[in-house]
């Protein structure tokens, strides 16, 4: 059985984040949940501070503070998918991005993996206090939604946004201790 955990980005990890990064450039993907990292391929480094910024900065309407993971699968150490959760959304938040961005590498997608990064993101949510969590994701993208309704995600609008996706969006939210309580199976395959 694998199993996966969080790591907090680190210099130890540079070849291996920007390798992450290239693969969804190689597949033509969009990257989601990557703390900006795409924007730093140059400058791992100066990423690593924004992210230390990032968490400890005061929200205002253009920036809240946020965490980003690296899902790392124990058995090879691989990074398999990122997350960046908003500890608290600004108005613009509210409306379209929610409290996290997430993603699994091309080559790791369809084995189930974007769950147990949903379930430890749904984890750290709940260590900060975030009892409800707003997610959204584009309708054409049915398997970031389908995570979010495994984990009881209510769907609570549908519509075209023509300001920030330029596409139909989808919203949830997450009851974070529902979800957690609900979904126990999921400690057994996480550190």
């Not at 100066?46 to 993971?69: C, H, I, M, Q």
């Not at 613009?92 to 949903?118: D, Q, T, V």
């Not at 996706?165 to 974070?176: E, F, L, R, S």
């Not at 957690?180 to 550190?191: C, F, G, Q, S, V």
Request: hydrophobic share 35%; charged share 30%; glycine share 8%.
């Amino acid at each position: 059985m694998e199993r996966f955990y969080y790591e907090v980005p680190g210099i130890g990890r540079k070849d291996d984040a920007i390798a992450y990064i290239r693969e969804f450039i190689d597949f033509g993907s969009e990257i989601n949940g990557s703390g900006g990292l795409d924007r730093y391929l140059d400058d791992y480094e100066g990423w690593l501070e924004k992210l230390n910024l990032d968490y400890s900065r005061v929200p205002d309407e253009d920036k809240v503070p946020a965490r980003t993971f690296f899902l790392i699968r124990e058995s090879d150490s691989r990074i398999v998918g990122m997350i960046n959760i908003r500890l608290t959304l600004n108005e613009k938040l509210k409306h379209y991005g929610g409290h996290m961005g997430y993603s699994i590498r091309p080559a790791e997608r369809g084995k189930g993996y974007n769950k147990i990064n949903l379930y430890l993101g749904l984890k750290v949510c709940d260590q900060y206090g975030i009892e409800e969590v707003f997610l959204d994701a584009d309708l054409a993208n049915p398997a970031s939604w389908k995570t979010m309704e495994a984990f009881g995600g209510k769907r609570i609008r549908e519509y075209y946004d023509d300001r920030y996706a330029h596409c139909t969006v989808v919203d949830y939210t997450i009851d974070v201790r529902k979800a957690l309580a609900e979904h126990a199976e999921y400690m057994k395959l996480t550190l």
